[in-house]
């Protein structure tokens, strides 16, 4: 076995370590900020830090390998940089965030998380797995483009209808009843772990499912823990609302 597949292994340990403590302890950014996490910094300004590796770092990894980019290459940095490029230069500046700052410590280990991630992606697409020249024809490639698409649908709608909504109702936190918000209280981190499944279907790699698992690693306890929030913070919130799936959790 390779390097790099112990490496992955080892991540798929540390990433399932992750999901436990992420149920006993949510991430203290947004609703969920607490005191104890060291110095703060203006939140759009860890928001750029920690997701910048996604965009820089990938581009890298393309750019080393330029001469020998095939076409699916060149369509999944396409659709890489599509998610990311407006998850790090443009999200963080068209929402209103209710909590202006962040624990310098979240945003360095994002960062630090991101460097590895974006390495295991560039790294299996780039370099480990083999395509065939037709791959963006085939069926596998086709379906998970569409899946991603509509994942990345779910999510930007769903962030945008909580920035609309403070606009219209004032800042703060309010009940969402739009879209999805009528059956689920975290439909934007549905729509990512959506886009991720397509994410990994599209590439057909390893490196693809081992970011998915990480993307559930991390969101799912999140989304739990903000439908308590919700419940915990306002007495008529919804009670047939689920957490992240719809009608079931």
């Not at 759009?44 to 330029?66: F, H, N, Q, R």
């Not at 990311?84 to 994002?110: D, E, G, L, Q």
């Amino acid at each position: 076995m390779s390097n790099f597949y112990i490496f992955i292994c080892i991540w798929l340990i540390i990433g399932f370590i992750t999901f436990i403590y992420l149920f006993f302890e949510s991430a203290p950014y947004g609703r969920h900020i607490k005191e104890g996490w060291g110095i703060s910094i203006p939140a759009k300004l860890g928001w750029v830090v920690m997701e910048s590796p996604c965009v820089l770092l990938m581009l890298a990894y393309a750019l080393i390998v330029k001469d020998k980019l095939e076409i699916m290459h060149i369509a999944f940095l396409f659709l890489w940089l599509l998610h990311y490029i407006h998850r790090t230069f443009i999200y963080p500046f068209k929402i209103k965030m209710t909590n202006p700052v962040m624990p310098i410590s979240i945003a360095v280990s994002a960062f630090c998380f991101n460097l590895i991630n974006v390495s295991i992606q560039g790294f299996g697409i780039f370099y480990f797995t083999q395509y065939d020249e037709n791959w963006i024809f085939n069926p596998v490639f086709i379906i998970g483009t569409l899946i991603f698409f509509v994942g990345m649908y779910i999510n930007v709608k769903s962030d945008y209808l909580i920035n609309e909504m403070k606009k219209n109702k004032g800042p703060g936190y309010h009940i969402p009843n739009k879209f999805l918000y009528k059956y689920i209280s975290a439909p934007n981190y549905f729509g990512e772990i959506i886009e991720w499944i397509g994410w990994a279907i599209l590439t057909f790699s390893i490196s693809g499912v081992v970011f998915l698992l990480w993307v559930v690693a991390n969101l799912f306890p999140r989304a739990i823990g903000h439908h308590q929030w919700y419940k915990n913070k306002f007495e008529d919130y919804p009670k047939e609302r689920k957490a992240i799936i719809p009608g079931i959790i």
